[in-house]
């Protein structure tokens, strides 16, 4: 790509009942399509029509009633390679990436999985590669719990080794099929890997023919020094969730330097942070939807407190109520009602964690502290147990926030949190892609068929045809 224009990646995050905690009680919205397998057929053609590089497709390998409240679409739903192969049926160009924790799988079973994934779907399959902070899964697998960061990422760094292995195991003219001849494979070209590592005695050859793609499309999330250098050394495609533009460019510059220590450019890596999107016509509309959502999430008890901890969707955890908004601003609130207005007192009082509460409402609502439109006691409830970056607005205003982190290297593209389906989907692509692509930022075509044609990636030779390792060891 070295020369060339860069180009704008999307992605969406598939969850049936959308990514915001209420999101299922929306007008419009559908409670009852995580079972349902033409709805999420439907949406994924909404995202291929505007042509999306890849759905994505997330996985919990445990439950708990309690996510009925704090996050239902991941309490229960289908298992992703299941869904992403009757995906793969109904349409024909988007990626589609689907969750598997090596924790929990063997290596033989991914690589058959994500290969036979990638054939079915003529080259679109990409492993979404997760370690696991769901402690839970661990008694679902016969383990006395939850390994430790340390070991769960020694285990995934040979665990990655032994797939890509495994789809190299076939050389792409492995088979002749040779009528005339007798001769249906050239037994020459096919490997076993012979693998002996420190967690994994694996020999192969893999019982699937080389991916489409030759090495299927890999992604990873994370943040942890860990987490860094396995989405440098091996990913494509990386998920971030950074909260500013700040400390978004500096994961974006720290993961490149480290991709090239690798020899691999920085065109050959995309960073796409999660940003949940509320698009209207006009801003005033855009925060009216914004407002609608979070009024439909229940408060707790007033007086309740819990320490900052990930729970579900709602981000650090916090209790949804005054009693947690005092944590914050270091302030005693729990005396106000919640729609009254905040005083400048109050915001003057308040701690520096509490005044970038203030700074986010009022980006994301226009509401300011005595303001024609002031901020309220619940606008700050809301504020705290937000789980992930929002932007509010009108298309263009959506696209500026999109074009400025794009261009100011925070990120490669997004992957985005749709609030409520298929509404947010449906807004989003007739809203904002359109100015995106009016922009010159966003494709108006695809230019090929493959995930790897999406990311503008050259298919890789085979180690054993080629003679040399994918991936260089750091220089």
Known sequence: MSGTRRELHLGLMFWATGTHTAGWRYPGARADGAFDIEFIQEVTRLVEAAKFDFLFLGDRLATDPALAKTNPAQMSRMEPFTVASAIAAATSHIGIAVTANPTYYDPYTVARLTASLDHLSRGRAAWNLVTGADGAAAYNFGRDGHWDTEKRYDWADEFVDVVRALWDSWEDDAFTRDKTGGRYIDESKLHTIDHVGEHFSVKGPLNVARPPQGQVILLHAG?????????????????????????????????????????????????????????????????????????????????????????????????????????????????????????????????????????????????????????????????????????????????????????????????????????????????????????????????????????????????????????????
């Open 223 to 475: 943040t942890s020094d860990r987490s860094r250098e396995l989405g440098a050394r091996e990913a494509d495609v990386i998920f971030a969730g950074q909260p500013d533009l700040e400390s978004a460019k500096e994961y974006y510059a720290d993961v490149k330097a480290r991709a090239a220590r690798y020899g691999r450019t920085a065109d050959e890596i995309q960073i796409l942070p999660g940003l949940s999107v509320v698009v209207a016509p006009t801003t005033g509309e855009a925060v009216q939807i914004y407002d609608r959502l979070n009024s439909l999430v229940p408060l707790d008890p007033a007086h309740e407190t819990v320490d900052s901890v990930r729970f579900g969707g709602l981000g650090q955890g916090l209790k949804r109520n005054l009693a947690s908004v005092s944590q914050v601003l270091e302030l005693d609130v729990t005396g106000y009602g919640i729609d009254d207005p905040v005083s400048r007192e109050v915001f003057d009082s308040s701690a520096p964690a509490g005044r970038k509460v203030f700074a986010g409402i009022t980006e994301t609502t226009r509401r300011t502290v005595e303001g024609a439109a002031p901020i309220t006691y619940f606008d700050l409830i809301n504020a705290i147990t937000v789980g992930s970056r929002t932007v509010v607005g009108n298309p263009v205003e959506v696209a500026d926030h999109i074009q400025r982190w794009f261009e100011e290297g925070a990120a490669d593209g997004f992957n985005i949190f749709p609030d409520f389906v298929p509404g947010s989907v449906q807004a989003f692509t007739e809203l904002v892609v359109p100015e995106l692509q009016r922009r010159g930022l966003f494709r108006t075509e695809y230019a090929g068929t493959t995930f790897r044609d999406h990311l503008s990636l050259g298919r890789p030779g085979n180690r054993h045809s080629d003679r040399r390792p994918l991936l260089s060891e750091p220089n």
